[in-house]
Structures are given as structure tokens and as C-alpha cells.
């Protein structure tokens, strides 16, 4: 078992950043890949970024490629997403979540999922 909490969601102006930050226990955090996911009002959850665990690998979606940066520090059992040039199209719910299979992620799927937390980008 994995047991993630998300922090750092706020209100914030376009053009402006943001970093979110996901604690987690459990299970080995070291052995876990770790992503974030999005939801928008009235949208399905979508990939947003992923990071392997063993070299740190990082994928990401098109729409924040050269935004959003994912990093993670194993000491801390922490993954964070650095959020810069913010668009209120970026405004959503941010899940963070845990797997052992990139693929699975990129699907859109997670064996562990954080409750999410709230970011709201006005115009």
C-alpha cells in the first residue's frame, strides 16, 4: 500500500507558477514510479507527468511539455510538479499517484491515487 497527500494548490493569475507537492508512505517510495493527473470540471482524469524510480526518467503530456517540470526527492518520500506559465486552461484538480508500470500511467491509470488538490489559474 501506498497512502499519498497532495499540497500546494492555490488561486493563481495566468502567466504565474506554481509547485505542488506529494508526500508519501507506505510501501517503498524508492521502488514506486510516481505521476501527476488532472481533472477538470466536466473533463476525464488526464496524464500529466510521470517519473520513474530507479533514474528518474520523466514523461510528460504535450499540453505542459516545457511547462511543468516533475522531480522527486527519495530522502523526503516526496514528488513535486513545478508549474510555470500557468494557462486557465490548467486550472483543475491535480492528483498525484503511484504505480510500478510507466505504460499503465500513460494510460491514464494508477494501482494508488492521492485525494487531489485544487488549482485555479484566472485570466
Known amino acids: 500500500q501506498v497512502q499519498l497527500v497532495e499540497s500546494g494548490g492555490k488561486l493563481v493569475q495566468a502567466g504565474g507558477s506554481l509547485r505542488l507537492s506529494c508526500a508519501a508512505s507506505g510501501r517503498t517510495f524508492r521502488s514506486v514510479n510516481m505521476g501527476w493527473f488532472r481533472q477538470a470540471p466536466g473533463k476525464e482524469r488526464e496524464f500529466v507527468a510521470a517519473?520513474?524510480?530507479?533514474?528518474?526518467?520523466?514523461y510528460y503530456a504535450d499540453s505542459v511539455k516545457g511547462r511543468f517540470t516533475i522531480s522527486r526527492d527519495n530522502a523526503k518520500n516526496t514528488v513535486y510538479l513545478q508549474m510555470n506559465s500557468l494557462k486557465p486552461e490548467d486550472t483543475a484538480v491535480y492528483y498525484c499517484?503511484?504505480?510500478?508500470?510507466?505504460?499503465?500511467?500513460?494510460?491514464?491509470?494508477?494501482?494508488?491515487w492521492g485525494q487531489g488538490t485544487q488549482v485555479t489559474v484566472s485570466s
Open positions: 499517484a503511484a504505480d510500478g508500470s510507466i505504460p499503465t500511467m500513460l494510460r491514464g491509470e494508477s494501482d494508488y
Open positions: 517519473i520513474t524510480w530507479r533514474v528518474g526518467s520523466t
